[in-house]
C-alpha cells in the first residue's frame, strides 16, 4: 500500500457582499470533496440544523424545514438568511476524513478574505478542529495585520457523523446561529 498521500485542496468559498455570519468547517470530507459539495455526506447534520433554525414558510407557501435535495437551493437558502460557508483549510494531506488524520494543514487566505467581505461580523467554527486550526493558523497573521478585530467567534459542535451527539442536542448549540449579530 502506497503510503504517500495526496494533497487535498478545499472548495472556494460560498458567501455574498450581504453575508454577515459565516460558518467555517475544517476541511471537507471525502464524499463532499467528490461531490465538490459542503456537507455533501448524507448523515452530516449541517443541512438539517440550517434549515431546522431559519426554516419557515418558502415564497411558494411550502415548509422550508427540510432541506431542498439540489445543492444550488440550500446554498441559495444559506445565502438568503446571510450566512456565507468556507473552511479554514485551503489545502492538507489526509486520509479518510476525520480531522484527527489531518497532516501539513495549509490555511485558506482569510485576510483578503475579510477585506473582501467586510459586512462578515460573526464567524462560527463547524467543530472544535476547525477553531483550533483556525486559532492556530489564521488568528496571528490576523492579529499582526489588524484585521477583523471587530469579529465575534463561537465554536459549535460539529455538524459531522463522526460527532458522537443527537441532531436535537446538536441543534440546542447551533441556535446561536440564528441569533441576531448585537453591534
Same mark, same amino acid.
Given at each position: ?7 487535498l ?68 437558502? %444559506? &445565502? ?6 468556507w473552511?479554514? *483549510?485551503? @489545502?492538507c494531506?489526509? +486520509? ?29 467554527f ?10 492556530k ?27 458522537a451527539? %443527537? &441532531? ?8 446561536e *446561529?440564528? @441569533?441576531?449579530?448585537? +453591534?
Open positions: 500500500m502506497d503510503m504517500e498521500q495526496d494533497r485542496l478545499g472548495l472556494p468559498p460560498v458567501i455574498d457582499p450581504s453575508c454577515r455570519t459565516v460558518v467555517l468547517g475544517s476541511m471537507p470530507g471525502a464524499l463532499s470533496l467528490s461531490k465538490q459539495e459542503y456537507y455533501g455526506h448524507p448523515r452530516n447534520h449541517f443541512w438539517k440544523l440550517l434549515y431546522a433554525i431559519f426554516g419557515g414558510p418558502s415564497s411558494e407557501g411550502e415548509a422550508q424545514n427540510m432541506p431542498s435535495d439540489r445543492y444550488e437551493a440550500r446554498l441559495a437558502f %444559506a &445565502l438568503s438568511h446571510g450566512i456565507g460557508l473552511d479554514v *483549510l485551503a @489545502a494531506e489526509r +486520509e479518510g476524513s476525520l480531522d484527527a488524520h489531518i497532516r501539513k494543514p495549509e490555511a485558506n487566505d482569510f485576510a483578503s478574505f475579510f477585506n473582501e467581505y467586510p459586512a462578515v461580523r460573526r464567524v462560527f463547524n467543530g472544535q478542529a476547525a477553531s483550533e486550526l483556525y486559532r493558523q489564521v488568528l496571528p497573521r490576523l492579529r499582526a495585520l489588524r484585521i477583523g478585530e471587530n469579529i465575534a467567534y463561537a465554536a459549535l459542535p460539529s455538524s459531522s457523523p463522526a460527532r451527539m %443527537a &441532531l436535537e442536542a446538536k441543534l440546542l448549540s447551533w441556535q *446561529l440564528g @441569533a441576531k449579530s448585537k +453591534e
